[in-house]
């Protein structure tokens, strides 16, 4: 869930890596939502599991649970709505309210890239040489 720009080679033909723009939401001191949690919900969404979700991320499952209930609690309608393990196995789904978060996030990311790409490359093209690792 991150915005990526590609930046071609610069004058001298040296290959510049793709640079990565981190888009956070914050609405006053408060993070409502980031690259994080868009993950997060974009993984729910696939996998129908908040630990499976978690996993995949190298996240805790105590640490997912955690930022879907900051998530719901964020939100006037929650994000993800989970079933209890059982017979019939649990899950979880993202909810209308999910749905319609993580694509407009996904918009912005999309727009966030293409306003940026220019001046991205404009800012790499003054970088120095970093192929060697330093």
């Known amino acids: 869930m991150l915005a990526r720009c590609a930046v071609r080679?610069?004058?001298g033909g040296m290959a510049k890596a793709?640079?990565?723009l981190r888009l956070?939401?914050?609405?006053?001191?408060?993070l409502v939502f980031g690259p994080g949690k868009g993950e997060l919900?974009?993984?729910i969404g696939e996998t129908?599991?908040?630990?499976a979700a978690g996993r995949a991320m190298g996240m805790s499952y105590k640490r997912a649970w955690a930022l879907v209930?900051?998530?719901?609690a964020a939100f006037r309608a929650p994000l993800v709505q989970s079933a209890r393990g059982g017979t019939g196995g649990g899950g979880a789904r993202l909810t209308d309210a999910g749905r319609e978060v993580l694509e407009a996030y996904r918009g912005?990311?999309?727009?966030?890239e293409k306003a940026a790409a220019p001046e991205v490359t404009r800012i790499a093209a003054l970088?120095?040489?970093m192929s060697d690792g330093k």
């Open 9 to 11: 080679t610069d004058a």
């Open 18 to 20: 793709p640079a990565t």
């Open 24 to 30: 956070r939401l914050l609405f006053g001191d408060r």
């Open 41 to 43: 919900l974009a993984r």
């Open 48 to 51: 129908g599991s908040i630990a």
């Open 69 to 72: 209930e900051e998530m719901n």
């Open 108 to 112: 912005m990311l999309a727009a966030t």
């Open 127 to 129: 970088l120095r040489d």
